[in-house]
C-alpha cells in the first residue's frame, strides 16, 4: 500500500511555470507506475502524464506535451510534474496516483491510489 501526497499548487499567471511534487510512503515505491490526473470544474478527470517504475517510460496527453514533464527520483519516494507556458486551460485540481506493477504507462483506468490532489489556477 502506498500513500501518496501532492504539493506544489497555486495561483500563476499565464505563462507561468509550476512543478508539483507527489511523496509517496511505503517502500516499494519504485515497483509503481505513476501518473498525474487532473479535473476541471465541470469536466471530467483526465490523464496528463504517467512514468513507468524506473523512469524509462513516460506518456503525455497530446495537448500537453511539450509544456509539461514528468520525472521521478525513486531515492526520495517522489514523482514530479513540471509545467511551463501554463494556459488558463490548465487550470484545474491536480492528482497524482499509482499503481503498483502497471506494466503501461498509457490508459486512465486501474490506478489504485490517489493523493488528495493540489489546486492548479492560471489567471489570464
Known amino acids: 500500500q502506498v500513500q501518496l501526497v501532492e504539493s506544489g499548487g497555486g495561483l500563476v499567471q499565464t505563462g507561468g511555470s509550476l512543478r508539483l511534487s507527489c511523496a509517496a510512503s511505503g517502500r516499494t515505491f519504485s515497483s509503481y507506475t505513476m501518473g498525474w490526473f487532473r479535473q476541471a470544474p465541470g469536466k471530467e478527470r483526465e490523464l496528463v502524464a504517467a512514468?513507468?517504475?524506473?523512469?524509462?517510460?513516460?506518456y503525455y496527453a497530446d495537448s500537453l506535451k511539450g509544456r509539461f514533464t514528468i520525472s521521478r527520483d525513486n531515492a526520495k519516494n517522489t514523482v514530479y510534474l513540471q509545467m511551463n507556458s501554463l494556459k488558463p486551460e490548465d487550470t484545474a485540481d491536480y492528482y497524482c496516483a499509482a499503481d503498483y506493477l502497471r506494466p503501461e504507462v498509457v490508459g486512465a483506468h486501474g490506478y489504485d491510489y490517489w493523493g488528495q490532489g493540489t489546486q492548479v489556477t492560471v489567471s489570464s
Open positions: 512514468i513507468s517504475w524506473r523512469g524509462a517510460n513516460t
